[in-house]
């Protein structure tokens, strides 16, 4: 589903911020992306989208790579969870943000108002249709963002921090809601305690480089790995409880 | 903070306006679009001594408010700010045009006066028309009613996401201002040595959002075209309406109704 082969990527201004990055995800995986802060997990997120222009390797989503004249196709597969809400939704209401790319991918009113009605029933958020965004809170408006992804039906679907700043009921509703999508998933995220949730797999990037990619329950109880890359054991996991 | 959640709000009750029910809210957009504009350049072309006849225009905003349901102290609320700015246009008139015009009883009116009130109830009508038109009309079938006069897309486009980003940017404001205030306590606005920083914040902060906001439309399927709001169809009753509006605009514009009504009286 996503390949990235042997990517390095650097910005304009600076050193590089990856460094030879390969890894293969398969439909349905769900897949953890941790490391420190500015290890290079939204900038892993960009360059899948073409955010970002990727210079050195090559990334393949559903088989097509991503360059400039396949954005479309690429952008159709992925649904993209965005780290700050307020950046993602623009329109007035709940509704009419959700109702926005179903619409743009050619879907009429009746066929999208169907779509955008079975997601907020699934996310349990049918009281928050028609309300505005700028008069929701702000665990509110991160579910809202969600949904006015999966109104998309993506195929893959991309999340950065989808659990920060959320209260521990939120947070609680954010990641059964992430277990209950059976598309392929990849999270990124200091929430130890969610990866170990939500994922199979992990893969950790430290200093721009992959340096472990395994199962969760692996990666997430080593600590020595973890606190060499400048992370702790999840709290769940750390005895202290 | 709170002024500026005032504007939001009131951002949002022209939306909710927009969004009731009535014969002129359910009317084509475009039917609306072209009876605003020929009322607007027909008040505007009378002649500025043609008061009488000028007077006449005033049915068809009542008209509309009755037809709309939309209640005139609301118009009037709305418009608070501009419409002394409009009113105040003409009111050097008086002092320039002391020609004696016409005398009531004992008193004469000078070619001044008349003007100044012509002038006035220029702009208020125009004023009401276009707000009548905007509380009835929501932005998306405006829009979609300007695409099908072929205005370029991109201009459309620009006045939506304009519309749509005025909130954000208020957004902004506010959260910046709220930290402000919170560590000037006591201080009424922003001081003015702070305002160079505050606007350069601003500026920035409104082009990063605008890009995130601008990816995550590209990332949802937007190609530059808005899908426009389902636009109600184009009714024979409304075409009627239309003609009767132009038929009456254009007869109080070429006859002073009022007058032929006093003669016909006399
Ligand atoms: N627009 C940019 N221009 C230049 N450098 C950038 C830019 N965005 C990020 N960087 C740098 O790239 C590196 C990786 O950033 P990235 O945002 O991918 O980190 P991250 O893993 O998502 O961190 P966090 O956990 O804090 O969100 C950081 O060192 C950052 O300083
Ligand atoms: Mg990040």
Redesign the pocket.
């Known amino acids: 589903m996503i390949t990235f082969d042997n990517v390095s990527f650097s910005?304009e201004?600076?050193a590089p911020?990856l460094r030879g990055v390969s890894f293969h995800i398969a439909p349905g995986e769900a897949v953890g992306l941790i490391?420190a802060?500015?290890?290079?997990?939204?900038?892993i997120m960009k360059l899948l989208l073409g955010l970002l222009p990727c210079t050195e390797g090559e990334i393949l989503v559903d088989g097509v790579r991503v360059e400039k004249k396949t954005l479309p196709q690429i952008r159709r597969t992925l649904g993209f969870v965005l780290?700050d809400s307020d950046s993602q939704m623009f329109m007035p209401t709940v509704y009419e943000d959700m109702m926005f790319a179903p619409r743009n991918y050619g879907l009429s009113k009746e066929e999208a108002e169907q779509k955008v009605d079975a997601v907020l029933a699934q996310l349990g958020l049918t009281e928050l249709k028609h309300r505005h965004n700028h008069k929701i809170s702000g665990g509110e408006k991160r579910m809202a963002a969600i949904a006015t992804i999966l109104a998309m039906e993506p195929k893959a679907i991309l999340m950065d921090?989808p659990s920060i700043a959320l209260d521990p009921c939120n947070r609680r509703t954010v990641i059964n809601a992430i277990n209950g999508m059976r598309m392929t998933k990849l999270i990124?995220s200091?929430d130890l305690d969610m990866i170990l949730d939500t994922c199979s797999r992990v893969l950790l990037?430290s200093g721009g480089q992959l340096v472990a990619d395994g199962s969760a329950d692996e990666i997430l109880r080593d600590k020595a790995l973890l606190e060499a890359n400048r992370m702790e054991l999840p709290f769940c996991l750390s005895g202290r409880h | 903070m709170d002024k500026i959640n005032h504007a939001l709000d009131e951002f949002r009750e022209m939306d909710a306006l927009a969004a009731q029910d009535s014969p002129i809210h359910r009317m084509h957009p475009l039917v609306k679009l072209l009876i605003t504009l020929a009322y607007i350049l027909c008040v505007v072309s009378f002649h500025k001594y043609q008061l009488s006849a000028l007077a006449v225009m005033v049915l068809f905003p009542i008209l509309m408010f009755q037809l709309s349901g939309i209640p005139v102290r609301t118009c009037f609320y709305k418009l608070r700010i501009v419409l002394p700015l409009v009113c105040a246009v003409g009111l050097l008139n008086p002092f320039y045009d002391r020609a004696p015009l016409l005398q009531l009883g004992n008193i004469t009116v000078s070619g001044g006066v008349v003007s100044m009130i012509t002038l006035m109830l220029k702009g208020v009508f125009a004023l009401m028309a276009s707000f009548l038109l905007i509380a009835t009309t929501p932005m998306d079938s405006l829009c979609a009613a300007l695409r099908k006069l072929h205005v370029p897309s991109l201009l459309v486009t620009l006045l939506l996401l304009t519309y749509r980003y005025v909130t954000v940017m208020l957004r902004e404001v506010s959260v910046m201002s709220d930290a402000y205030h919170l560590r000037a306590p006591g201080q009424k606005g922003i001081h003015i040595s702070a305002w160079g920083s505050f606007l350069g914040q601003l500026l920035l902060r409104s082009m990063d959002r605008a890009e995130d906001l601008y990816e995550s439309m590209q990332l949802r399927g937007f190609r530059g075209e808005f899908y426009y709001a389902e636009v109600p169809k184009c009714t024979a009753g409304a075409v009627a309406f239309a003609l009767g509006c132009s038929a009456f605009f254009a007869a109080a514009r070429c006859w002073d109704l009022p007058q032929l009504l006093g003669n016909l009286i006399t």
């Open positions: 910005y201004s600076g911020v490391g802060n500015g290890a290079g997990k939204s900038t780290q921090e990124a200091h990037l």
